[in-house]
């Protein structure tokens, strides 16, 4: 290292390296499945940086924590995309998905979410799925149509 550079974390933020080292933390929670680390990723579930909530379901969902549905449930009008999508995949490992938890996330304004929504209709309990590919089929969106054509074409099979 030249006497002009510097470490990267030098002149980042503490705010930013703490949250860093948070999401780091649930990261380890996550990959070696820490259960005793439950508890601190149930609170890192209401914490301001959306990156941190992100990894906080996500390590729950590894954790396969007996209350799972509800958890993701309760983050699925999270505002911040990566959070809502994590809840979404947390909700399909509980096996316990309905079209209804789908329903108002295939009409939200962020495409990513409306196709995340639309993939996993076939996952998902309940009435409602048919109408929801109907109207995905006509999405402003191709990513979001060409979700929803496997989807619909299943429905008509049945």
């Known amino acids: ?21 948070r999401g780091a933390a649930l990261q380890i929670i996550r990959h070696r499945q820490v259960t005793e680390g439950h508890q601190a990723a149930r609170a890192a579930l209401d914490d301001d940086d959306p990156a941190v909530r992100a990894a906080a379901i996500s390590a729950l969902r590894a954790l396969a924590i007996p209350d799972l549905p509800d958890v993701a449930r309760a983050l699925l009008h999270d505002p911040a995309e990566e959070v809502t999508t994590r809840a979404v995949w947390a909700l399909h490992d509980s096996s316990d998905m309905t079209v209804a938890d789908l329903a108002p996330l295939a009409s939200s304004p962020h495409p990513g979410l409306r196709v995340t929504a639309i993939d996993h209709l ?20 191709p990513a979001v ?14």
Do not use: C
């Open 122 to 141: 076939r996952y998902a309990v309940g009435p409602g799925a048919d109408e929801l590919l109907s109207t995905a089929l006509s999405d402003e969106k």
């Open 145 to 158: 149509r060409r979700t929803a054509v496997p989807g619909h074409r299943i429905g008509n099979l049945m």
């Open 1 to 21: 290292m030249t006497e002009h550079e510097q470490p990267r974390t030098s002149n980042a933020d503490p705010h930013v390296r703490e949250d860093l080292r």
